[in-house]
């Protein structure tokens, strides 16, 4: 696709998002390191939609399907089991609703942070995963460098006060700014849909593993 053309061309898809040379497309949000003030925190992607069992790239104000709230559920169950400080939650509907049930279990502050919204995709809203370049601007939406600067802002926030750590409550896309901006790694089983993942700061840098 040529850079004015949001479709791709017949790709397999890359894990939760479809673009060409996505790692080099990404590597903007590597530019310039993140430096939490935190040792630690924590982060859930929001729990399935009915846009996520289609593969499509879907409006803010879609909400968790049956499936997606018993992971939300599930996830609240083991965060129960760490310490932190509140929740940081992105406002769009899925991601909200996730972080809610989580407040209802444990009992933390909740904070909406519409700087950790998914990358809005205008009018390609509705399209399946296959069919986006990432790289590319789709009309009425944001460019990448736009969602990338955006995203930045909301965790250079988020995790910008030293003390306990917090919990982050958003999307792949935002999932894929972090692990850049901290040049980590996640294997694939940690992207799904409501998998409370830890992130620790280490001497080889950060580790992020399942909680």
């Known amino acids: 696709a040529g850079a004015g053309d949001f479709r791709t061309t017949a790709r ?3 894990e939760l998002m479809t673009a060409p040379a996505i790692q080099d497309v990404f590597a903007l949000a590597a530019a310039a390191p993140l430096a939490p003030a935190v040792d630690h925190f ?4 929001h729990g399935q939609t009915q846009g996520n069992f289609d593969r499509i790239y879907q409006h803010p104000t879609i909400a968790l399907n049956e499936t997606g709230r018993r992971q939300a559920e599930a996830a609240a169950e083991r965060l129960q089991r760490v310490a932190f400080r509140e929740i940081f ?3 769009y509907r899925r991601a909200h609703d996730t972080a809610l049930i989580i407040a209802r279990f444990t009992g933390k502050r909740l904070t ?16 399946p995963w296959t069919e986006i370049d990432w790289a590319a601007h789709p009309p009425g939406g944001e460019t990448l ?3 990338i600067r955006r995203t930045r ?7 910008g006060a030293p003390g306990e750590p917090p919990l982050l409550v958003a999307h792949g896309g935002t999932l894929r700014v972090l692990v850049a901006a901290l040049g980590a790694a996640v294997e694939e089983e940690a992207r799904q849909n ?8 280490e001497s080889a840098g950060w580790r992020v593993s399942l909680v």
């Open 153 to 159: 802002r909301g965790l250079e926030q988020a995790l």
């Open 194 to 201: 409501a998998t409370p993942l830890e992130f620790r700061r």
């Open 12 to 14: 397999e898809p890359t």
């Open 145 to 147: 460098d736009e969602f």
């Open 112 to 127: 909406i942070m519409p700087e950790l919204r998914e990358r809005f995709f205008g009018d390609l809203l509705g399209t």
């Open 42 to 45: 924590y982060f859930v992607r």
């Open 89 to 91: 939650c992105s406002d």
